[in-house]
């Protein structure tokens, strides 16, 4: 199949303009055969939770969420008290 982009183009306006890297495609392919039970109870996600410990020490956890935008709203409500609030950029991809 031939792309129907240009592969000689680059832009950094954000990180959705690329392409996957082969290895990270190449991990997902590895992912994708047989079957794991989903929201949280495979082995990825527990394998995840262990290298976070390991990194970050044992009480340390963490909680995978879909896109980019779902990270930036847990990840600033998280720090921010029921009441607060987030001055932001139009452009910030998280109004």
């Given amino acids: ?31 994708n055969g047989g079957h794991e039970p989903a929201y949280g109870y495979d082995v990825y996600t527990a394998r995840l ?4 410990k390991e990194h970050f020490g044992a009480a340390a956890s963490v909680y995978p969420v879909f896109n980019g935008t779902g990270a930036n709203i847990t990840g600033l409500t998280a720090t921010l008290p029921r009441f607060g609030s987030i001055v932001c950029a139009k452009t910030a991809h998280i109004n």
């Fill in 1 to 31: 199949m031939q792309p129907l982009h240009s592969t000689a183009s680059f832009s950094f306006a954000s990180d959705n303009y690329s392409g996957v890297h082969p290895e990270m495609l190449a991990a997902i392919n590895a992912a």
């Fill in 49 to 52: 939770g262990e290298m976070i």
